[in-house]
């Protein structure tokens, strides 16, 4: 091998090893909100109840620049679910209420998931979204 092939290589191995070097990993772009990976959302433990209905409300703020529409909403059997508003505007916010009636069920742990499917347009691209919002009590 001559010198040229030889300082050729030598260089070529500095620059790769240094690129490798200066790489720190690979992030994933918040495409879908900063909560993708995460089994929920937002959750709410309601703790004990045992006399009278007890309710929470989420509220999905709109971060964006154009109308965010709720498309969906998959309520669970064990708990009542109120969604105040369909379409957000930019900048404004969503209310979904969960109520949780210890009078109509049994005793014992309720965990229940809240399924809030949402749509936005911007410059030509349709996001869709599905957030889950886990809700939770010990019935006495």
Do not use: C, W
Not at 64 to 81: E, R
Not at 84 to 103: F, Q, W
């Amino acid at each position: 091998m001559n010198l040229k092939n030889l300082l050729t290589a030598i260089a070529t191995l500095i620059i790769f090893n240094l690129n490798a070097f200066s790489q720190e990993g690979q992030v994933e772009a918040p495409m879908f909100g900063a909560n993708r990976g995460f089994k929920y959302a937002y959750s709410h433990d309601f703790k004990k109840i045992s006399k009278k209905a007890t309710s929470f409300q989420f509220k999905i703020k709109n971060d964006g620049k154009s109308a965010l529409h709720i498309i969906d909403v998959d309520m669970p059997a064990k708990i009542g679910v109120t969604l105040l508003n369909k379409v957000v505007s930019p900048g404004k916010e969503a209310v979904i209420i969960a109520t949780i009636d210890p009078k109509i069920l049994p005793k014992g742990k309720v965990k229940e998931v809240i399924t809030v499917t949402t749509k936005q347009s911007g410059a030509g691209i349709v996001t869709t979204k599905e957030m889950k919002f886990l809700v939770q009590a010990e019935i006495k």
